[in-house]
């Protein structure tokens, strides 16, 4: 059984042949994490055993306990004090990171956020070399084609939606206005990073759509699925849920 006592350090590779950080034990022992946020979810998860967005979103003081545990074994710029998208740490553990064990899929609940569980007898498999999922960004010519076919909206709901940098304190709904690009089909389920396979969403539609994409249980990404393709499609897949209500008319985007 691991303990957050337990870790020597945490830091950036130094292999350029690896990319992202280790979390080193005593024992020598080495976690490979490819994303520093998941880096406070792992974290949380080997500390209380169970973790939900409460624990790393604004207010919480799990955080500050964990800082308290590790002192300078944490590098300050490795966590925030809190995550305003608090469910993606944990969900990228799953997958990108690889961590299939890390149970999140059978519907549990702290409060009202999702649970995720990493059990004790799993702390093994933490150390076994997993398959990442990589991601990339459109580039700036895939960005400006993507903003063009969509008319500068979320092509969910419509919002018009602009970079984060363009936000104002005083700006309204602001996580119906922030810029997303999304992976229509999701890279651990064999989508690409070409132009075909981006669209723009809002910020609050992309984290809705991570939320169903994360209890997905299909084997493969279904493309009649509303949440990778709403142009074609009403109904959510995993869920048979018909979203047509919430989705904005194919004539706002002409």
């Known amino acids: 059984m691991l303990k957050l006592t337990d870790i020597k350090e945490i830091y950036k590779s130094k292999d350029k042949e690896i990319n992202g950080y280790f979390i080193e034990f005593n024992d020598g022992r080495k976690i490979h994490i490819t994303k520093r946020r998941t880096i406070i979810a792992l974290l949380v998860l080997l500390k209380n055993g169970e973790g939900s967005e409460s624990d790393i979103a604004q207010g919480n003081t799990t955080i500050n306990e964990i800082r308290a545990i590790l002192e300078d074994k944490l590098p300050p710029s490795y966590v925030q004090d809190y995550y305003g998208d608090a469910n993606k740490p944990y969900s990228e553990l799953w997958n990108e990171e690889g961590f299939t064990f890390i149970d999140?899929?059978?519907?549990?609940?702290?409060?009202?956020?999702?649970?995720?569980?990493?059990?004790?007898?799993?702390?093994?498999?933490?150390?076994?070399?997993?398959?990442?999922?990589?991601?990339?960004?459109?580039?700036?010519?895939?960005?400006?084609?993507?903003?063009?076919?969509?008319?500068?909206?979320?092509?969910?709901?419509?919002?018009?939606?602009?970079?984060?940098?363009?936000?104002?304190?005083?700006?309204?709904?602001?996580?119906?206005?922030?810029?997303?690009?999304?992976?229509?089909?999701?890279?651990?389920?064999?989508?690409?990073?070409?132009?075909?396979?981006?669209?723009?969403?809002?910020?609050?539609?992309?984290?809705?759509?991570?939320?169903?994409?994360?209890?997905?249980?299909?084997?493969?990404?279904?493309t009649n699925c509303a949440l990778c393709y709403p142009e074609n499609s009403r109904t959510i897949s995993p869920t048979k849920e018909n979203i047509e209500d919430l989705l904005a008319k194919r004539s706002d985007f002409k």
């Open 104 to 222: 999140n899929l059978k519907g549990g609940r702290i409060g009202s956020s999702q649970k995720y569980t990493l059990k004790k007898e799993d702390h093994p498999k933490l150390f076994s070399i997993s398959k990442k999922a990589f991601r990339k960004a459109p580039n700036a010519q895939q960005k400006i084609k993507i903003r063009e076919n969509q008319k500068n909206k979320c092509n969910f709901c419509g919002s018009n939606i602009v970079t984060k940098d363009k936000l104002q304190k005083t700006t309204y709904a602001k996580d119906r206005r922030r810029e997303v690009f999304d992976h229509r089909i999701p890279v651990e389920k064999g989508g690409n990073s070409e132009l075909e396979n981006y669209q723009g969403l809002c910020f609050y539609c992309n984290k809705s759509k991570w939320q169903i994409c994360n209890i997905c249980t299909l084997p493969n990404c279904d």
